[in-house]
């Protein structure tokens, strides 16, 4: 990109070769200006937070999820799942919406009438 520009191409068709869209490649080149190669090339920190539920985690949930339900319920809520999975010690804490983000990206449902794992 840096090289691109510096032969006198301009932004639109260096992002057009490079599939990116002009604002990153100008954005790049003002980082090399103001602040070197190192920066120009890097990626800055990101906001938020690091991950607290990390892949294994999310796997057994999911897991625990496609078991059945505890006794006295008839399907696994999401709060259930929550609660559970505090006490299987999968992670310090964790709100029912994070479950419901974490098998939003499985093909698993929690008011399907049955339980288990199936293909999409």
């Known amino acids: 990109m840096l090289l691109r520009l510096a032969d006198g191409v301009s932004g639109y ?6 599939g990116c ?3 990153t490649v100008y ?15 890097g990626e800055a920190p990101r906001s938020g937070g690091p991950r607290r539920f990390d892949g294994a985690a999310r796997a057994a949930l999911t897991a625990l999820a496609c078991t059945p339900a505890p006794i006295g319920h008839s399907r696994w809520t999401l709060r259930l799942l929550a609660d ?4 299987s010690c999968l992670v310090d804490t964790i709100s029912h919406e994070t479950v ?11 008011t399907a009438s049955n ?4 293909a999409k």
């Not at 090399?32 to 920066?39: F, K």
């Not at 339980?115 to 199936?118: E, H, Y």
């Open 84 to 87: 559970k999975a505090v006490e």
């Open 100 to 110: 419901s983000q974490v098998l939003k990206k499985t093909s698993y449902s929690p």
């Open 115 to 118: 339980t288990g794992a199936w």
């Open 27 to 41: 954005q790049v080149r003002r980082r090399y200006v103001e602040q070197g190669l190192a920066t120009a090339l």
């Open 13 to 18: 068709p260096v992002g057009a070769e490079l």
């Open 21 to 23: 869209c002009v604002q």
